[in-house]
């Protein structure tokens, strides 16, 4: 099968290519999938989208008039992917759901620990020769409430450090209540209590800026908050509010709302355009990576895996369990829900 590649990064070639095992050719591109780039798709059966690719209804009619007849994309978010639009154009959408249980959740530790321990600005201190603590008294994660909005893997790993859980979902788990003693309340309830919150939903229409100026303002003063899921799910100019104004007392983030064009590529030789990434990345009790949480061995050995294997399914005439359906098919309405609407970490 003849297979274009958007958005194609070095870091995951390698691992696509020992997937497909030279039963199928890749067409790497640079690009991101676009209606200018969309061409390039021509000649190929199936398409391999990233999480900044376009795959509006625009750009999905043209992938179908070329003869395109797959899509998979590289993540678990599909909010780049018109689902309606591609299901009326008789092509059949998968994403990769679970392709590491751990790689997100450890980045979203790894993020609290970092601002917690004030690591940011002891590695700048330590590289000045300044060796002083004055500046750099933290907080232990060991007996605090953590908030986590979209509950999964994380949920284990935050338990192991010995804090109190809270959750919110559109489906609860009863297993991570038995198992790690969370409680799910209401997001507004959530933000008040917690001391550090931990964002894992994905971007939907209903979840846009789901944490605005009026959750932050509800959280109390000076809680840490995590967004390792989807930039927009967080209202960035808000959030910069609250730190200026000491509301908010930490922020980490691997996403950022306006991180497309900008992610994943290197700008390093030119001024940073984007003022308020900018402002962010002057103060101290901010850290942004970008967006790197999924990038482990094992998640881009599972993800090209997925990628492969669910188009060797459909070329052989076989259903993959990570094909996201139009509503009222005949896989069950939860199973297909949770695909798309809690990913799991």
């Given at each position: ?76 978010g599909v909010d780049q992917v018109d689902l309606p639009a591609a299901h ?40 000045r020769s300044d060796f002083r603590l004055d500046a750099l008294v933290g ?79 509800r959280m109390k003063r000076g809680a840490m908050l995590i967004n390792t ?117």
């Open positions: 099968m003849n297979i274009t590649v958007f958005s194609a990064h070095a870091f995951e070639r390698p691992y696509l290519l020992a997937a497909a095992q030279g039963k199928h050719e890749l067409r790497f591109v640079a690009e991101a999938l676009s209606v200018t780039t969309a061409a390039q798709a021509r000649g190929s059966r199936a398409v391999a989208l990233f999480v900044n690719d376009d795959a509006s209804a625009p750009v999905l009619t043209q992938l179908a008039e070329l003869g395109v007849s797959y899509v998979v994309v590289r993540a678990a009326r154009l008789g092509l059949r959408v998968a994403n990769v759901p679970k392709y590491s249980p751990f790689a997100i959740a450890e980045h979203a530790v790894a993020l609290m620990l970092a601002l917690s321990r004030q690591l940011r600005r002891a590695d700048a201190q330590v590289h907080f232990e994660l060991h007996g605090k409430t953590v908030g986590i909005i979209g509950c999964g893997t994380v949920a284990s790993l935050l338990h192991g450090f010995g804090c109190r859980l809270l959750g919110t979902d559109v489906v609860e788990d009863e297993a991570l209540t038995q198992r790690y003693g969370l409680t799910y309340v209401p997001l507004d309830e959530l933000c008040a209590l917690a001391d550090v919150i931990t964002v894992h939903a994905p971007l939907t229409p209903a979840t846009r800026h789901l944490l605005g100026a009026a959750q932050l303002a899921s989807r930039g927009a799910l967080l209202d960035t100019e808000a959030a910069l509010a609250a730190l200026e104004t000491g509301q908010l007392g930490y922020l980490g983030l691997d996403v950022y709302e306006y991180e497309k064009g900008l992610f994943f590529y290197d700008h390093s030789q030119q001024p940073l355009a984007d003022d308020l990434l900018a402002r962010l990345l002057a103060l101290p009790n901010v850290l942004i990576t970008g967006h790197q949480g999924f990038l482990t061995r094992e998640a881009l050995g599972n993800i090209a895996a997925s990628v492969v294997g669910t188009l060797e399914l459909w070329q052989s005439g076989q259903p993959a369990g990570n094909e996201l359906l139009p509503a009222g098919s005949a896989v069950p309405a939860l199973e297909v829900g949770r695909l798309h609407l809690v990913p799991p970490w």
